[in-house]
């Protein structure tokens, strides 16, 4: 199924640095999502995002949805080493076949050593 | 809050043999659960729409005979893999959304997924 377009892959950092991620898309989303998965467990939901430059802080994770209501970056900053894990983006959108479907972004792997 | 809870965590199973994998909704009530498989360092991919008190529906190219989804009350869904043969060793997860709010604002919350190993 449709993607987001997400990235990077992969970040390989070392504890006390910023980390930005993005999502894009070639069409509207109405709700963006932000979820962390460990290993072998399932996503949480780290940040939701409602209104088109809506910029919401969860600690020291900040994500924005971004204006064209295509895009939403996350970032988190002074990582720590359990920040470790897969990041995805989500959106959800109010119509369509997709109505109240999740489509994902392919995911950002983070590495941070300490 | 919103706690989705998933069983077992972990399965694994001779060919041919039929195995049932539970969601629950513990701390709110989910009209809607959705089920997803994840190969390892990919993204979740959506199997089937989870309807309490109707029919699922399937995403294309998934065997709805295959994979066997009830949904009898407002906090627990099942998917069964019917038969299930080693190509269908995966990570499935599934999410529930909380009735009663508009569709288009509601985040999905995931349980712990259930590993799936067929020998």
């Known amino acids: 199924g449709q993607q987001l377009n997400q990235s990077p892959q992969s970040m390989f950092i070392q504890e006390g640095e910023d980390v930005s991620m993005n999502c894009t898309s070639s069409s509207i989303f109405n709700t963006w999502l932000w979820y962390k998965q460990d290993p072998g467990e399932g996503p949480v939901l780290l940040i939701a995002?409602?209104?088109?430059?809506e910029l919401t802080s969860n600690g020291r994770l900040t994500a924005q949805f971004g204006i064209t209501r295509k895009d939403s970056f996350l970032n988190i900053s002074a990582s720590i080493p359990s920040d470790v894990g897969i990041y995805f983006c989500?959106?959800?959108?109010?119509?369509?076949?997709?109505?109240?479907?999740?489509?994902f972004g392919q995911g950002t792997i983070l590495t941070v050593h300490p | 809050g919103a706690v989705v809870s998933q069983h077992p965590s972990w399965v694994i199973c001779k060919s041919g043999t039929s195995v049932k994998i539970e969601c629950r909704s513990l701390?709110?009530?989910?009209?809607?659960m959705f089920w997803y498989r994840q190969f390892p360092k990919q993204s979740l991919m959506l199997m089937a729409t989870s309807n309490e008190g109707s029919k699922a529906t399937y995403e294309q190219g998934v065997e709805k005979d295959k994979f066997l989804i009830n949904h009898a009350s407002l906090t627990l869904s099942t998917l069964t893999v019917t038969s299930a043969h080693p190509e269908d060793s995966s990570f499935y997860i599934c999410?529930?959304?909380?009735?009663?709010?508009?569709?288009?604002?509601?985040?999905?919350?995931f349980g712990d997924g259930t590993r799936l190993s067929i020998l």
């Open positions: 999410s529930a959304r909380e009735s009663g709010r508009g569709y288009s604002n509601q985040p999905q919350h």
């Open positions: 701390d709110f009530q989910a009209t809607t």
């Open positions: 989500a959106g959800l959108r109010a119509g369509g076949t997709s109505y109240g479907k999740l489509t």
């Open positions: 995002l409602y209104k088109a430059g």
